[in-house]
């Protein structure tokens, strides 16, 4: 089937799409761009897939929608738009090019507009997406790191010169769970909320940055426990319980503090610590936790909630908040009171 074909079968519905499902997330060759990443009657350096499928079946089919070379056109982005389709795929084999590609088209944005747009964090958003991609894959996390702190110091940079921009990251969040949509999600919130508490350049900076790689150690997880729809067994909890020394060992050896700052690896070690001092993995009580412990661990817990999972619809916003206030481990709250009471106040300001 060619690509002019299956335009003409998305015209006349005889063929529907879907969205990948969770268990091909990380097995299928393909990997989702959003529509908003592609730059608008410019030429597009590799090829784009449509996840379909045929009108009375069932098998799930990527053919060929926009081929090397040809122009991005308004008019397509309108027809997807109107059938409920927001990505498009491209074969993963082609990520060097698509990064490639999403930069020149953010320098294109920078060159353009002195504000920051929803436009603009869009494709931030996709270029760190395909960025982490890239060094969580990587046998080293040197060149990846020192490649996503780059692009968390523009983030922090845009958003510090154009405060009004803040509102915005709520507008490009992923709204899908796995591995890489949770770690950019939570980078842009942390960062956009360490500028709320008026932190540094370089505080945000790094706490974004910790966002990024705080659950790497997921990646040694096997992928039928992450993406298992039932309760854990005894032995699958420990499993996941162990991410984050697992993590905290992987950055430690495959990066060095040339590129990694020291609050990252106390992160990416400590996310899981509760202020009552009942997590894990060294159930340290809130005195003896890094001061960014307790925001770490009650982001990562908020965007969690807030996004759609395997088992279960996302949570609103407040509906969020409200279990994290009513959480409590055996000796009190597991999330820190005051920044809880810092974070509504983040919330309600947006």
């Not at 761009?33 to 009375?56: C, D, E, H, M, T």
């Not at 960014?292 to 982001?299: C, H, P």
């Amino acid at each position: 089937m060619d690509e002019n074909s299956i335009r003409d079968k998305l015209l006349t519905s005889e063929i529907k799409t879907v969205h990948r499902s969770w268990s091909d997330a990380q097995s299928s060759p393909f990997t989702p761009i959003n529509l908003s990443a592609l730059i608008p009657k410019n030429r597009i350096s590799f090829n784009l897939y449509i996840k379909v499928v045929q009108k009375g079946g069932q098998d799930v089919a990527y053919p060929l929608f926009l081929k090397e070379g040809e122009a991005w056109e308004r008019q397509w982005q309108d027809l997807l738009t109107q059938k409920g389709i927001d990505r498009l795929y491209f074969l993963t084999e082609d990520l060097e090019r698509v990064i490639g590609y999403l930069n020149n088209y953010l320098q294109m944005l920078k060159y353009k507009r002195a504000k920051v747009t929803p436009e603009l964090l869009a494709v931030f958003s996709e270029q760190l997406n395909y960025s982490i991609r890239r060094a969580y894959q990587s046998p080293r996390f040197g060149p990846g790191v020192q490649k996503a702190q780059g692009l968390v110091e523009d983030l922090t940079e845009s958003l510090q010169q154009d405060p009004a921009a803040v509102k915005l990251v709520w507008k490009v969040l992923y709204h899908n769970f796995n591995l890489y949509t949770h770690s950019i999600n939570l980078c842009l919130i942390g960062t956009a909320f360490m500028l709320f508490l008026k932190k540094s350049a370089r505080e945000c900076r790094d706490l974004g940055l910790a966002g990024l790689f705080h659950d790497i150690g997921m990646t040694r997880i096997p992928q039928e426990i992450i993406l298992k729809d039932g309760p854990l067994t005894p032995g699958e909890r420990a499993e996941v319980n162990h991410h984050p020394a697992m993590g905290h060992r992987l950055l430690s050896k495959g990066t060095s503090l040339a590129y990694l700052p020291n609050e990252v690896l106390r992160l990416s070690l400590e996310h899981h610590e509760n202020a009552d001092g009942s997590g894990y993995p060294l159930g340290l009580p809130l005195n003896r936790q890094h001061p960014w412990t307790r925001i770490m661990r009650l982001l990562d817990t908020y965007e969690a909630l807030t996004v759609t999972r395997p088992y279960r619809a996302a949570y609103k916003p407040f509906e969020a908040v409200r279990i994290l206030q009513e959480a409590r481990g055996p000796r009190g709250p597991i999330y820190d009171p005051q920044t809880l009471k810092q974070f509504i106040a983040f919330l309600i300001k947006e």
